[in-house]
């Protein structure tokens, strides 16, 4: 069974860009949730999406969004990039129709803000 | 408001050496999921246990253990003897159990980054 996939791997952007992170859940996982991680704040969860609806929303500001296709992909959108954007950011899948079901995490995408 | 507070930043032993990592939390609410993630260099989060505020009974896992006690709020995890390929970050997580089950919000501590020396 394929895992998380986090798409691409690796980004530099410069100040004022803005950026696309992609994320294909496990088959069957409805459920994709995003967390950032920085060496300061260290993971926080930005927002989560089931059945293309974000259900929760973290304390990030609006520059930070995302969306969920009908296939459970998900992407997320950061406009206006600022050098503290610089992050890790991962992505999770989970069957939320399990209660207390573990959350699967891809390998991340590491953005770096120039 | 949930909290997770990891004490230990970094944590050094010697290969064989058994090592706990400590864990509290604070949450209002009664029902609750904790988890462990370990996170390689490769930096995927991989999971490695989780326990509901209803059960705390211990688990062992091969050298892996968790003691969760909810006087104390603290689940705490234990590596018997140690070995290199044990080096990573390690996070405790909490969770609240939303209408409809989904714990699609983890609340994580800092981490403890834990190097196991030949």
């Given at each position: 069974?394929?895992?998380?996939?986090?798409?691409p791997?690796?980004?530099?952007?410069?100040?004022?860009?803005?950026?696309?992170?992609?994320?294909?859940?496990?088959?069957?996982?409805?459920?994709?949730?995003?967390?950032?991680?920085?060496?300061g704040?260290?993971?926080?969860?930005?927002?989560?999406?089931?059945?293309?609806?974000?259900?929760?929303?973290?304390n990030?500001?609006?520059?930070?969004?995302?969306r969920?296709?009908?296939?459970?992909?998900?992407?997320?959108?950061?406009?206006?990039?600022?050098?503290?954007?610089?992050?890790?950011?991962?992505?999770?899948?989970?069957?939320?129709?399990?209660?207390?079901?573990?959350?699967?995490?891809?390998?991340?995408?590491?953005?770096?803000?120039? | 408001?949930?909290?997770?507070?990891?004490?230990?930043?970094?944590?050094?032993?010697?290969?064989?050496?058994?090592?706990?990592?400590?864990?509290?939390?604070?949450?209002?609410?009664?029902?609750?999921?904790?988890?462990?993630?370990?996170?390689?260099?490769?930096?995927?989060?991989?999971?490695?246990?989780?326990?509901?505020?209803?059960?705390?009974q211990?688990?062992?896992?091969?050298?892996?253990?968790?003691?969760?006690?909810?006087?104390?709020?603290?689940?705490?995890f234990?590596?018997?003897?140690?070995?290199?390929?044990?080096?990573?970050?390690?996070?405790?997580?909490?969770?609240?159990?939303?209408?409809?089950?989904?714990?699609?919000?983890?609340?994580?501590?800092?981490?403890?980054?834990l190097?196991?020396?030949?």
């Amino acid at each position: 069974k394929a895992g998380v996939t986090q798409t691409p791997r690796y980004l530099i952007k410069t100040r004022g860009q803005q950026v696309t992170l992609s994320c294909s859940p496990i088959s069957g996982h409805r459920s994709v949730s995003w967390y950032q991680q920085t060496p300061g704040q260290g993971l926080q969860f930005l927002f989560e999406y089931f059945s293309e609806t974000q259900r929760n929303k973290g304390n990030f500001p609006g520059r930070f969004s995302g969306r969920q296709f009908s296939n459970s992909r998900s992407e997320m959108n950061v406009s206006t990039l600022e050098l503290g954007d610089s992050a890790l950011y991962l992505c999770a899948s989970s069957l939320p129709e399990l209660s207390g079901t573990e959350a699967f995490f891809g390998q991340g995408t590491r953005l770096t803000v120039v | 408001a949930q909290k997770v507070t990891q004490a230990q930043t970094e944590i050094s032993v010697v290969e064989k050496e058994d090592v706990t990592l400590d864990c509290v939390y604070e949450t209002r609410d009664t029902t609750y999921y904790l988890f462990w993630y370990k996170q390689p260099p490769s930096g995927e989060l991989v999971f490695l246990i989780r326990r509901n505020s209803f059960d705390e009974q211990n688990e062992i896992s091969g050298r892996y253990s968790w003691n969760f006690q909810k006087s104390t709020s603290s689940f705490n995890f234990t590596i018997t003897a140690s070995q290199v390929v044990d080096s990573a970050v390690y996070f405790c997580a909490l969770s609240e159990a939303y209408s409809g089950g989904s714990n699609y919000k983890l609340t994580f501590g800092k981490g403890t980054l834990l190097t196991v020396n030949p």
